[in-house]
């Protein structure tokens, strides 16, 4: 039976939810992506104060002591996370900072190496005049490593001694033990340095030929 205070049915009726519009399948995307943006920018800003620490540190061991950067690779990959800027991870600014600390760690034992004396050039090395004619000759060979040793172009450091080379260009004077490795690896360029310096530096003094190379 019929309930007379009840509306007739209309077959056409629609819930409401039936009638009110959909998202589209990008509208839904977009709705989605909205948190997932908000979550990466704030966590962008928390992560800055290290990402930029560590991006100064690189830039800055990479301009001034690239040298110690001993592989291309290394260099190379350095660079790949610098390029990104803003967009660098924290995950990929801790690998940059571990790349840099390498590089700082081979200047520590390139110090600590010059500490002990090379005992073949001590006695030279005792003469301040030699001193002062090998900080010269470190500064010439340091003028001709444009490359930091990455090409064979005989000009410069060597591989062996560019590191050396270098750090010891750091230093505005030269102990003993110091000017006794500046003596070693400049044996080895005897031929790149001018003539009047290298006969400051090794007239005679014993070739040593057989413990430089």
């Not at 009840?6 to 939810?17: G, I, S, T, V």
């Not at 540190?57 to 350095?78: D, G, H, I, K, P």
């Not at 600590?112 to 090379?118: G, H, K, L, S």
């Not at 073949?120 to 340091?142: I, K, N, Y």
């Amino acid at each position: 039976m019929t309930d007379p205070t009840c509306p007739p049915l209309d077959d056409d009726w629609l819930p409401p939810c039936v009638l009110e519009p959909h998202p589209t399948p990008k509208e839904i995307d977009a709705a989605q992506a909205t948190p997932r943006a908000r979550r990466a920018e704030e966590d962008r800003r928390r992560n800055a104060p290290v990402v930029n620490a560590a991006r100064a540190e690189a830039e800055e061991s990479l301009r001034t002591q690239r040298w110690a950067w001993t592989l291309r690779a290394n260099v190379e990959r350095a660079e790949a996370y610098l390029a990104r800027g803003e967009d660098l991870s924290l995950d990929g600014a801790k690998r940059l900072r571990e790349l840099t600390k390498a590089a700082n760690r081979v200047v520590t034992r390139a110090l600590q190496a010059a500490t002990v004396p090379f005992e073949p050039e001590v006695a030279r090395a005792s003469d301040l005049a030699v001193r002062t004619a090998a900080r010269e000759g470190v500064a010439h060979m340091t003028r001709l490593d444009s490359d930091w040793s990455h090409d064979r172009n005989r000009e410069g450091w060597g591989q062996a001694t560019t590191v050396m080379g270098h750090v010891l260009d750091t230093l505005e004077t030269f102990s003993v033990s110091q000017a006794s490795h500046a003596l070693r690896i400049l044996r080895v360029h005897r031929r790149q340095l001018p003539a009047p310096l290298a006969a400051r530096l090794f007239d005679g003094a014993p070739e040593l030929a057989e413990l430089v190379l």
